[in-house]
């Protein structure tokens, strides 16, 4: 995840050039991540806790204790071991100060060495056994509360509270003398408690530890092609409510050379809603209009918005040949020679959200280049205002499109061979942007948006909600199998 950007003025007020850093407190994507998430998170977290934990050792136990009838008796618990751990319940919950996940009615298997030695009066000689002991400890509590903050512009995870109770335990020893069982319950039952719970809250302690620094490791930018990234710095406090997490990203885009300056959008910071009204859906990700204009500001300015035409589909229209019914004068003037389509966009394309669709208007001049030996010869302009709608898809972790063409207009803008009759041109350029415009900007788009997901999820179900000025995509997330091999955090050291 990391991600994204910043950027050029909305095409309402675009100013192309450098200008001053954006406002850090600019949010343009947020991320929400719901009950149902939260629970999917908190499953997986648990279940990797477990599996990290075991075999867990525990320290020696010594101690000396007056038993009836024997006398003061030294009594040593060894190799003891944690090597099963059953959760059957668990819980999150979300709130102001917080995230709080408690696990109930946990169950501990552990084995350990006991060993024992006493001498009585009536006996002069030092008395010893040894043996196995298997111990379950039963109905334990565990419980911790995590803190989310926004600490310059990465996440921080803090443990507020950790800790663990034991209720109940039960032992049972291998061989022994008869009064050794009650001894080992008076003498060790608290204490076999007391450190199954401190090497469990210890270990969570450390695994917490090592998630937050999992988290600041995530990029604050995510590559979307050898020109651009993703700006995902975090931006504002972590939205936390009695039923989600939200989080909120800068969400722009920013030349991949992080040694020039970011263009800003001059315009008002954005509580972003989160529009998913599926509850059933684990996260939420609202991606502003905005997000989508800083991509076409920084293409523009960078001039990747500038193409020569020499091969399309119907090759004959790059002749004059095939224009002499159309233009006859160029024909008249260059007979059979060849041609080039020079595009070039006025300004950056304006994206617009609304609840109905998606789409972008674009201004582009279109110069009609004659080939003659070495020689390119602009013979006419002509402007073209390009109205496409976008039909949004989720591929992957990317948010990826395909534009139709609505409508357009277009106008001479000059020409040197006289007047044209655009109503005859208009089909040929309606046939250009089909076969030609759209599709070269199809194969662009369809590398998709990527979205702020931690790397080893995947979003899958997902739905694409149109609003005003901004979208959302509400998905459920899967973990890979192949990333759980990798998964960074670890209970176990």
């Known amino acids: 995840m990391a991600p994204f950007l910043v950027l050029l003025l909305l095409a309402s007020s675009l100013n192309h050039g450098y200008a001053q850093f954006h406002p850090k407190n600019q949010a343009f994507i947020s991320l929400s991540i719901t009950q149902n998430g939260l629970d999917f998170v908190k499953e997986m977290l648990v279940n990797k806790a477990i599996s990290s934990l075991i075999p867990l050792q525990l320290p020696n136990i010594e101690k000396t204790a007056k038993i009836p009838f024997v006398g003061n008796v030294y009594m040593v618990l060894s190799n003891i071991t944690i090597y099963h751990i059953y959760v059957p319940s668990s819980r999150v919950k979300p709130g102001e100060t917080g995230v709080s996940i408690t696990a109930s009615g946990v169950t501990c298997d552990l084995s350990m060495n006991w060993y024992y030695s006493y001498s009585t009066w009536l006996v002069p000689v030092e008395i010893s056994d040894r043996g196995r002991a298997e111990v379950q400890v039963k109905s334990m509590e565990v419980g911790l509360t995590l803190g989310l903050e926004n600490e310059e512009g990465s996440l921080k995870l803090k443990l507020k509270d950790c800790g663990s109770n034991v209720k109940d335990i039960s032992i049972k020893l291998d061989g022994g003398a008869s009064w050794l069982y009650q001894g080992v319950v008076d003498a060790f039952e608290e204490k ?12 969570l302690t450390k695994g917490i530890s090592r998630l937050d620094s999992y988290l600041e490791t995530l990029p604050k930018e995510v590559p979307v092609d050898d ?10 406090d972590v939205l936390l409510s009695d039923s989600s ?4 990203t800068n969400g722009l885009f920013i030349k991949r050379n992080p040694s020039l300056p970011i263009l800003d959008l001059y315009h008002n910071n954005l509580k972003l809603p989160i529009l998913c009204t599926n509850s059933s859906k684990m996260v939420g990700i609202t991606l502003d209009e905005a997000v989508f204009n800083s991509a076409s500001a920084l293409y523009y300015d960078a001039k990747f918005m500038h ?14 040949a095939g224009w002499r019914f159309i233009i006859p004068q160029l024909y008249k003037k260059y007979p059979n020679h060849d041609m080039n389509l020079n595009i070039s966009l006025s300004s950056p394309p304006v994206v617009e959200i609304s609840n109905q669709k998606a789409g972008a208007n674009t201004i582009a001049d279109m110069t009609i280049d004659v080939l003659e030996g070495d020689k390119v010869i602009p013979v006419a302009c002509i402007s073209l205002v390009i109205q496409a709608t976008s039909v949004l898809k989720i591929s992957g972790n990317n948010l990826v499109g395909d534009i139709r063409l609505n409508d357009f207009q277009m106008s001479l803008k000059w020409s040197k061979i006289g007047n044209l009759r655009m109503y005859l041109i208009q089909p040929v350029v309606w046939t250009l942007i089909e076969t030609v415009f759209l599709p070269h ?3 662009r788009l369809s590398k998709g948006l990527p979205l702020p997901i931690v790397h080893g999820f995947i979003l899958q179900n997902a739905e694409i909600i149109l609003s005003t000025s901004r979208l ?3 998905s459920d997330v899967a973990f890979t199998t192949e990333s759980n091999k990798r998964f960074p955090i670890s209970f176990s050291r």
């Open 192 to 203: 076999i408690g007391s450190a199954v719970e401190n090497a469990i809250s210890k270990k």
């Open 245 to 248: 997490v939200g989080f909120e």
């Open 307 to 320: 193409w020569i035409v020499d091969q399309i589909p119907d090759q004959s229209l790059l002749n004059t």
């Open 472 to 474: 959302a995509v509400c």
């Open 227 to 236: 020109h651009t990234s993703l700006n995902v710095t975090f931006v504002n």
């Open 441 to 443: 900007a199809n194969t």
